[in-house]
């Protein structure tokens, strides 16, 4: 398999991204959330979307030209308008108020609809550590995630992302869903003709079944996290989105895959952050972090496993192979690059030949 | 079984604290707390452990007089040093000092420090909500969870509370532990002789076992709630507590149940207090939470359940009927609340002779 350069990667996604009428400035914050999170790993929310953002933004559903913008705020706190802009473009200039406002207040709340998907919440969260300070990032989506007793979906697999800087020992980036496993994992186990163990999905009875099929023929929904713990933090992360913003919540959010493309989603997120340095001074929280995840990586280890990982730290160590020899792409993400060149009329790029 | 009448169970715990030197108001306080938390029916958090709070108070380890205060703090935010006092006074203080900020700021982070076991989380998350916010309160404790590929523990089941009111719905109260069960579950089968279910405990290899007799010997460690997730959960939650408070962290926190009662514990602990009139003005949160719970719990529901429940339902419900007529405690608490009585030198109540 050839791999792909991350920087090629990175070209490509700002020439589909201005195909679609997106600015260079929009089209470079985009591409940026999107190549990084490839670089982790997480292929899920990474450029192997990029054909369905590029597909909405040339039916308006998302606006090639939007701008978000703060509907009212005060010190530690802001309501943003996203406009239907792009999620990506809406969640960094979201993430980069709150961490403006958290400089002088401590802690700010930056709540945002009539957004988009807006990829992997912990790219929001890293980029709030990368700038000093701990961040949340929050997204809701449409139900595909049972409540314990329901028949059907009940929550989005609403993520959690949580990011925390420290002075030598890298940054702790969190970024979990609230289904027990992700769907597409079930999709997986589907396109391969196999079962999935039980507690993964739960039929229309509200049932546990091994059938992945039900999931993609929408006769089935996947199991919360933990059961009631998943179900809570799922409807948590509503309340504080799509609920805090005045937005859509649940079933009335679009469903940014497969709804047409003319339609705005209205997908709503929140971003909390918070400046250590205002508690405990200039320098000391990134030392107490140092001692924290030092302390726990040179802890007992299993035989099977290096040392206990913090959050995050594989995908660092992912990164830094994939901007040194580029990204191991498997086909389902390299058949959607193409999908991306072909919809966007642009030659194919020599790492997808 | 006799049912214990909720104002004669907070009589006695009244006298108990007063007994060890508590003020009266600061005994109302930290009743209150360990009797609602008995009447959801949350028996692990209530007045269960009354006596292992009141052998602390005699032994200073928890100051009976001491007053948690303001060591540092701004609009938006407060550090507050706990002074020892009893985890339930500090913590109802520091909720309600970040509510009157999140009033006029919009939301609101107090950290506080030098504080000892204090409840139930969801009991602060649901005192927010009663003050009409939406409420986050969180503890770090320690370690008695595994990390992922670790031997041994690495974190503390650290609670995770949130609450959120409404107009006519009730309020959602959430408050779950970091681990895939509670280490309660694990000591009751053990005591009742019978195996548990892997994925509950890890021996000191990191390896799955379903021997709970390991646990009771300090040879496993409980297994982290759905693996990452629950291991990064709690690892935030030691951040946003330990971490950001200046306080100790994991293995430095003291054992409240087991230490010598004149050893200071340093628990500490975070509350958010997030005012949804600043976003959305007067009346329209409360009323978008009725709509969001009312169509969830008209939803449709499996089988054998009435309908789908939104976190802190049962609880309430409970609660309810604690009220009317009384709690039926366990043998294990009405035990508990003996030795409370015999150790304050207080006549044994009537409910429980």
């Known amino acids: 398999m050839k791999l792909t350069p991350v920087s090629e990667l990175k070209t490509f996604a700002l020439q589909a991204f201005g195909r679609c009428g997106v600015s260079p400035e929009d ?9 990084t999170t490839d670089t982790w790993g997480v292929f899920t929310h990474g450029t192997k979307a990029l054909y369905a953002y590029t597909r909405r933004l040339r039916g308006q559903g998302i606006k090639p030209r939007g701008r978000p913008r703060i509907q009212s705020e005060g010190p530690a706190w802001a309501l943003v308008d996203g406009d239907s802009s792009l999620g990506m473009v809406t969640g960094v ?27 992997a919440a912990g790219y929001y969260a890293s980029l709030a550590a990368s700038l000093g300070q701990i961040g949340i990032a929050l997204s809701n989506d449409v ?21 925390a800087p420290s002075a030598h020992e890298g940054a702790m980036v969190l970024d979990i869903a609230t289904a027990e496993v992700a769907g597409g994992k079930v999709a997986a186990a589907a396109a391969e003709g196999k079962s999935i163990p039980l507690g ?59 709804d047409p493309p003319e339609q705005a989603t209205d997908h709503s997120h929140a971003f909390i952050a918070i400046n250590p340095a205002t508690f405990l001074g200039e320098k000391v929280f990134p030392g107490r972090m140092d001692d924290l995840f030092g302390h726990i990586r ?56």
């Not at 059938?211 to 179900?231: C, E, N, T, V, W």
């Not at 504080?240 to 497969?258: C, F």
């Not at 192979?321 to 999908?339: E, Q, S």
């Open 93 to 119: 200039y979201a993430m980069k108020l709150a961490v403006a406002k958290a400089a002088t207040s401590g802690i700010a709340l930056v709540v945002v609809r009539n957004s988009c998907h807006f990829g």
């Open 200 to 258: 993964w999905l739960l039929d229309n009875e509200g049932k546990p079944t091994t059938d992945p099929q039900l999931f993609i023929q929408r006769q089935a929904a996947l199991a919360p996290m933990s059961g009631h713990k998943g179900y809570g933090l799922a409807l948590m992360i509503e309340i504080l989105s799509g609920g805090l913003s005045g937005a859509k919540m649940r079933d009335k959010v679009g469903i940014w895959m497969l």
């Open 27 to 35: 089209a470079e914050t985009a591409a940026e959330v999107l190549v």
């Open 298 to 353: 040179s802890g007992p280890a299993a035989a099977h496993v290096d040392h206990v990982k913090i959050p995050g730290e594989i995908e660092q160590g992912k990164r830094a192979k994939a901007l040194a020899a580029g990204i191991d792409f498997p086909n389902d993400v390299r058949d959607k690059l193409k999908t991306a060149a072909e919809e966007n009329g642009l030659p194919l790029p020599s790492f997808l030949a």
């Open 143 to 163: 139900p595909s995630v049972a409540a314990p007793g329901s028949r059907g979906a009940v929550m989005g697999s609403n993520p959690f992302g949580f990011g």
